[in-house]
Every structure is written in C-alpha cells, then in structure tokens.
C-alpha cells in the first residue's frame, strides 16, 4: 500500500488549497483502489473543497473536523487542512456515512451504513476506519456503543479512529464522506485485500489518587450511585467541582479510570472523560459506558506522563518495523494530552521527528475519544475499543 501525506494552510479560497494539494500529488503513483482521510479546522467549508477535490478524484473521501493535526514533516497543526492517501493495487477502498445519529436510531443506522459500505468490497473488510461525532446529551450515544457495534457488524475486524473535536467548543464537529457532512454522524472506510494492521496504544495515565469507588447503579454511561451514595454526593464528600452541570473543562486533567472485563476474564483498563452532572438527581455523564459493578478509580495526568508515552509508542513502533515493514502511520491523540502539553504542543511531534524512517509517511488528530484494538492484560487477544486519555498507532 502507497502513502502520501498532503497539507495546506489555506482554509478561505478551496480551489487555491485543492491546487496546493494537488501539486503534492504530482509524483504520486495512484493504484486500482484509493481513499483520502481529510482532517480540517473547524472553519473549513468541506463540502465546497470535496467540489474541488472530485475533479480530479474519483475515489472515497473520508475526514473529520480537528482541533489540531499531526503530520510526519509538518509535525504540530493547529489549522489548515491535511490529506492521508492510500492507494493500492492488491487491496480495495470503500467509504460510507451514517448520519443523526441518536439512542434510538443508532444500530439501524449503521447497520445499513456498513452494509451499504461493504457492498463495494469484494471480500470481507480486513480493517475498518471510522470517525464519529460524540454527541452530549440525555439521548447521547456513548464512544463504546459506537465501537461495539462497529465491532458486531465487522465480524471482529479491527476498528480504528476517534470522535472528530473542535475547539474545545463542542459545537462544530463534523464528519465528512464524499458529498456528505454530518454533526451528528458516523463515517466509516473499509479496506479489504492486502492489508496487515499493527496497532500501537498507550495509556496516559500513570498515576492515581486515593479515590476509588464501587458504581453501585448506572445506566450506560450514566453513573447515579457509587457505593451507598449518589455520584454527585460522592464529588462533594470528596472536594471536588460539583457547583454546575457543564463539568468537562473541571475534569479534563482528573480522568477517572476503570477496567473492563473481555473473554476469558480479561480485563483491560480504560480512562472515561466526566462530561456533565445531573445536580437534581446526582448523576454523572461520561463520554464511555461505565458498567455496574466497576471500580471508578480518578487518574492524574501531567505533561511528563504524555511525554513518556509517546516515546514509548514510537520506540515500540519503530522496533516493530523489521518484521511488518509498514510504510503508514495514522495517529490519533487525546484532546486531554494536548491540554495537559500547555504551551509545549509541539513535544509530541518531536516524538517522531527526524526519527521516522525513510519512506514513512504520518498523519493524525486530536480527538475527544479514540477508537483501538488494544491487548487484554491476561490473553494479549486483542479487543476493539474506545478510549479517553491515549495516544494510539495504526500501522500500515
């Protein structure tokens, strides 16, 4: 599978960036099969850069609105607009969205999404892409629910992405598919052929405090009680912000951690972003399910423990290579660890900078939640999953 990584500043005249964009294109050698992954600002008008961009191609058209970009040579973005081609002759793309989603419609809809996605394919998807919208809300559909699903349609193929962000206002993500953008939707490309995914995931969370409570009654990914209290009771026994509904910005940097159980009694450990509190009736909103019977645990998070693990990703990324030889890497990184950098954003990059091998194209965003296999701590099998607080690798 071919590579090229395409970006450009310009987000106000769309047919200057299409022709900066297709400039890089002009040694690329496309194959029988394409896509193009498109991670934009939030002011980008898609829809009129996906008119110019189908001029000249004729291929799937996936992306996603993102606060910030990672690119191999580039490194940090804060704007612009950045492209990851695929191409192959031995493997087979193919692109789909579901749109308004909602607890109600959700399944349905990306059942038909996926099997209308999948019809273009010539054999069962080997890897599946996908990029959401996280939705806040009562009615909200939860990043696991997501995956789940995206894992039961697949058969189990690996699910990878994350749920699009802005900036840090919540209101203006969009997923993007061909002609189509959606702020409430799911965009979803399947690859079939010669595809042999490497994932890579790293935690950010080193470190605990002393909280730590059983949830006694929650309704997915609702929590009202842990122990013999109400969630909001147990903030306030513990000093912590429970003065106003809208809590996200208070907790971005307080993660609370659980792990949960796969087969075979595996469990693996995730983090789960607070989004909002029920003051009347005592409840906590997360981004993730939080099952019944669950240790919530609150991890800290600093700008030394997301430097570590980026390293750490890339030394295990780069040890990988010999035997995978892959020649693409697609990243994606938690808003929380860009919060948690300050003003140092650029130390991440630097992970990889001037270490990347020859012939390696990188790309990426920042995401309010990522979508990734990752190994149970006792069989190693590999489940898919959503996570808050990582820093992920898919390998090509």
């Known amino acids: 599978m071919r590579s090229a990584v395409l970006y450009t500043e310009e987000i106000d005249e769309m047919n200057v960036a299409v022709e900066e964009l297709f400039e890089q294109t002009a040694d690329f050698e496309f194959g029988k099969s394409s896509l ?19 001029k000249k191609w004729d291929f799937p058209m996936i992306g996603s609105t993102a606060m910030a970009s990672l690119l191999g040579e580039q490194g940090y973005c804060g ?15 193919a692109a789909g969205i579901a749109c308004g989603l909602n607890r109600s419609n959700y399944e349905e809809k990306l059942t038909d999404a996926y099997r209308q996605t999948t019809a273009a394919l010539d054999e069962a998807p080997k890897l599946v892409l996908a990029y959401a919208c996280m939705a806040n809300g009562e009615g909200n559909v939860s990043g696991d629910e997501m995956v789940n699903m995206m894992d039961k349609l697949s058969g189990g193929a690996p699910v990878y992405g ?21 702020d409430k939707g799911l965009v979803m490309a399947t690859i079939s052929g010669n595809v042999n995914p490497m994932f890579i995931h790293v935690n950010s969370i080193k470190n605990k405090a002393s909280f730590s409570y059983e949830v006694t009654k929650s309704v997915d990914n609702k929590v009202l009680m842990l122990g013999e209290r109400t969630f909001v009771d147990t903030l306030k026994r513990e000093d912590m912000e429970t003065d106003k509904e809208d809590v996200l910005a208070d907790y971005i940097m307080s993660p609370f951690v659980l792990s949960v159980k796969g087969d075979d009694d595996d469990n693996v450990e995730v983090g789960r972003v607070l989004s909002s509190l029920n003051l009347e009736e005592g409840s906590g909103l997360f981004y993730g399910l939080i099952p019944e019977g669950t240790v919530l645990n609150i991890g800290l998070l600093n700008k030394d423990d997301v430097q570590y693990t980026i390293e750490h990703a890339f030394d295990e990324a780069f040890a990988a290579r010999e035997g995978s030889k892959y020649s693409t890497l697609l990243c994606t990184s938690c808003c929380a660890r860009y919060v948690a950098l300050g003003a140092n954003s650029s130390s991440e990059p630097a992970s990889y900078q001037n270490r990347l091998p020859e012939g390696t194209n990188l790309a990426g965003m920042y995401a309010y939640g990522e979508f990734c296999p990752v190994k149970g701590s006792k069989t190693g099998k590999e489940y898919n999953m959503f996570h808050n607080f990582t820093f992920t690798i898919l390998a090509l």
């Open 162 to 182: 994350g749920l699009s962000s802005d900036d840090f206002n919540f209101t203006n993500v969009k997923v993007f598919c061909n002609d189509k953008a959606d």
């Open 79 to 93: 704007g612009g607009i950045s492209v990851l081609l695929l191409s192959a002759d031995d493997c087979t793309f």
């Open 36 to 54: 193009a992954i498109i991670f934009t600002e939030e002011e980008v008008d898609y829809l009129e850069l996906y008119e110019h961009l189908r």
